[in-house]
């Protein structure tokens, strides 16, 4: 699976940010899709994975992120979304989608990665 991120930029706090994943290769929905996000000096984390669209498209977030980001998939066009709304500057990182066959929240654990999209929120 080759994955190609989009989408970063710069916003103010309280902003709003849509990421794309776009993936190409195997099969995209027999993988569970992610977005981690890295800050300088810290480790690539966790943000929201969404799981096989026949298994009713699941979603999971890290705490920081529910009620603000919104995962969804679009398997016609293998396609991966993020939606960040009410931004904070504490979001600033580096984004990189993911996938795996199977959900784990360690990065470790994702086999296939996108080049990673910047996002930067200013206060």
């Known amino acids: 699976v080759q994955l190609q991120a989009s989408g970063g930029g710069l916003v103010q706090a309280g902003g709003s940010l849509r990421l794309s994943c776009a993936a190409s290769?195997?099969?995209?929905?027999?993988?569970?899709m992610g977005w981690f996000h890295q800050a300088p000096g810290k480790e690539r984390e966790f943000v929201a994975a969404i799981s096989y669209s026949w298994s009713g498209g699941s979603t999971l977030y890290t705490n920081s992120v529910k009620d603000r980001f919104t995962i969804s998939r679009d398997n016609a066009k293998n396609t991966v979304y993020l939606q960040m709304n009410s931004l904070k500057p504490e979001d600033t990182a580096v984004y990189y989608c993911?996938?795996?066959?199977?959900?784990?929240?360690?990065?470790?654990?994702?086999?296939?990665w996108g080049q990673g999209t910047q996002v930067t929120v200013s206060s």
């Open positions: 290769g195997r099969t995209f929905n027999r993988y569970f």
């Open positions: 993911a996938a795996a066959p199977v959900l784990r929240t360690a990065s470790k654990a994702w086999d296939y």
